[in-house]
């Protein structure tokens, strides 16, 4: 089994976080399936205090984002890095308007997609 991939902790402060066993009580699925999301790509996690946490912007009430895992994917292909794309999903951008993250939240994952495929290095 290959370790969960966790990137640095380049999230704000004040952002709502949650710890893995909170993911997986959310997303009604055992902690060992949110491990597998986060190695498939499906999530990102990174450590806060030892701890590993998601941002809580990244699911519903009871699932992932619609488009999230999509985007994570196109960014990854495109070489980012599991910070950057943190950064990249959480840096406002005038043109959505908002955050990519926001943008996806609000069922805009099409325009979020184009910026990402775009966005490439």
Known sequence: MSAIPVAADVLS?????LPLPDVAERLDVPITRVHQMLRDGQLLACRRQG????????????AIVKGLSGTITVLKDSGYREDEILTWLFT????????????????????????????AF
């Open 13 to 17: 402060p004040d952002l709502e976080v």
């Open 92 to 119: 406002a951008d005038d043109t959505l308007p908002g955050t990519p993250i926001e943008a996806l939240r609000g069922d805009r994952g099409r325009e979020v997609k184009r910026r990402a495929q775009a966005s």
């Open 51 to 62: 701890i590993l946490i998601v941002p809580a912007l990244f699911l519903t009430d009871d």
